[in-house]
């Protein structure tokens, strides 16, 4: 079998990867459904662990998407309300420590500074994380619930379809933003869904057209120096 693989794919395979971004701020430009059908079928391609393939989509465009938007935000929107919400997995450690603090207050403080959000600015930055919640705008919301079954292997099998759906959005023009910040309200999520019982929220992620226009679009976040993380043993 031939390598398909030419230098100018190599090329365009790169240019995915590195031009991905999480964008906060959509155009209104629908996304075909034959797009969306598109990039899951490339996505789905992602190897799990004996081929489990763990991963389970649900699309969200039109009205189901405005409702949930809806739903989760007067909720959001209401301290005591969002009080009895919490997540079922831990996404972050219960301890920060370096050099993981300094990198997630950096992006955050840099986003509210293209926004012009002061640290002290309360109402603003829960109008900025509120956005989450309505997918940036995005035409298309996507939800992914995994069994309760399964384990921490089918976990990072899902982090490799994520990725591969991200990618897959690039090479056709669009854009995404990966939330766990939906995870916070799965319940109400699961009951809008009509999700089963054996079903847990993974994460959910916005799909479209980034808003050029947008400041916090011109966000670009810092990686590490190979040096950082790459031990090369001979």
């Known amino acids: 079998m031939s390598d398909p693989l030419t230098a100018d794919s ?8 590195t031009s991905r971004r999480s964008v906060r701020a959509f155009a209104p430009t629908p996304v075909p459904r034959s797009t969306i059908e598109d990039i899951l079928a490339v ?14 989509v649900h699309v969200l465009t ?6 949930l938007a809806r739903k989760v935000q007067a909720v959001f929107d209401d301290p005591e309300a969002r009080a009895g919400h919490s997540e079922e997995y831990a996404y972050y450690p219960s301890q920060w420590q370096s050099p993981y603090i300094e990198r997630r ?8 500074a293209l926004l012009g959000i002061g640290k002290t600015d309360k109402a603003r930055m829960h109008a ?6 309505e997918f940036f705008g995005a035409p298309v919301g996507l939800i992914f619930s995994i069994d309760r079954v399964l384990q921490q292997g089918s ?26 910040a939906f995870t916070q309200f799965h319940r109400i999520i699961a009951e809008h869904l009509a999700l089963p019982a054996n079903q847990m929220v993974v994460c959910g992620m916005s ?9 916090e679009n011109s966000l670009v976040t810092e990686r590490a120096a190979l040096a950082d993380f790459v031990s090369f043993h001979e």
């Open 62 to 67: 039109g009205a189901a998407q405005t409702e």
């Open 207 to 215: 799909l479209g057209h980034a808003d050029p226009a947008a400041l």
């Open 10 to 17: 190599t090329a365009a395979v790169d240019a995915a990867i």
């Open 105 to 112: 207050r950096k992006v955050g403080w840099d986003l509210y």
């Open 155 to 180: 976990w990072l099998d899902y982090g490799m379809f994520l990725q591969n759906i991200m990618i897959a959005a690039r090479a056709r023009g669009l854009d995404t933003c990966p939330q766990a």
């Open 128 to 133: 900025q994380h509120r956005r989450n919640y």
């Open 43 to 56: 996505a789905a391609r992602a190897p799990s662990g004996t081929n489990t393939q763990p991963w389970q």
